[in-house]
């Protein structure tokens, strides 16, 4: 499995983004990211392009996202930037987190062929007979451990029918949590994804 994008968003009373809050952000993450356009007025998107990682803020929530291929993803560089924005702007050490993992698996194979065999007991060309022109099937997983809420998403890249596109979101409903705190759960579900789930994914498909 390799990583191609790591979102982690938290719930969090940002507040009005005046110039003045928004240049001892700037000023508190250093020159290393750069700020960029934004879609609309009241929010802050900085980029740091060495490290393909973004820093989204609007008056309710912070985002951090690495990509890459793979996506050099780090809990620890995580925790530094939440904990440099929430000293930055004073706010109370709890927020309701969001986690996102994007991934490309090799599919041994045509993935469309294989989610058909894989993912219905329905015979592949009965199938067909159903749905001409089938190209794939999708799987979707959801789970619940307190205090998070998963999902866990796998289905053909239609890109590159060689691989699976695995998608996990993760979400802590309204529990709140420090950055220490949710940085060790995000280590420890990580882990789990390309451990624990890779290999349940590996037995689904068969392998």
Not at 73 to 79: H, I, K, L, Q, Y
Not at 122 to 136: D, S, T
Not at 153 to 164: G, H, K, Q, T, V
């Amino acid at each position: 499995m390799e990583l191609r994008q790591v979102q982690v968003t938290l719930n969090a009373p940002v507040g009005p983004l005046n110039e003045v809050r928004r240049q001892r952000i700037m000023d508190s993450l250093g020159s290393e990211f750069t700020p960029q356009p934004v879609p609309f007025q009241g929010a802050l998107a900085l980029v740091n392009q060495l490290r393909r990682e973004a820093v989204f803020l609007t008056d309710n929530q912070i985002q951090f996202t690495v990509e890459g291929q793979p996506a050099q993803f780090s809990p620890s560089r995580m925790e530094h930037v939440f904990g440099t924005i929430r000293d930055t702007l004073l706010l109370d050490d709890r927020f309701p987190m969001i986690l996102q993992v994007i991934a490309h698996k090799d599919a041994n194979g045509s993935a469309f062929e294989r989610t058909v065999d894989a993912f219905t007991p329905v015979p592949p060309n009965l199938m067909r007979e159903y749905f001409p022109g089938l190209r794939g099937l999708g799987l979707r997983i959801t789970f619940e451990e307190h205090p998070y809420v998963c999902d866990l998403r796998i289905e053909p890249l239609f890109s590159d029918p060689a691989y699976l596109f695995i998608q996990f979101n993760l979400g802590s409903q309204q529990a709140a949590l420090s950055v220490s705190a949710l940085t060790d759960d995000i280590t420890s579900w990580m882990n789990r994804l390309q451990d624990e789930y890779e290999s349940v994914i590996e037995t689904i498909m068969g392998e």
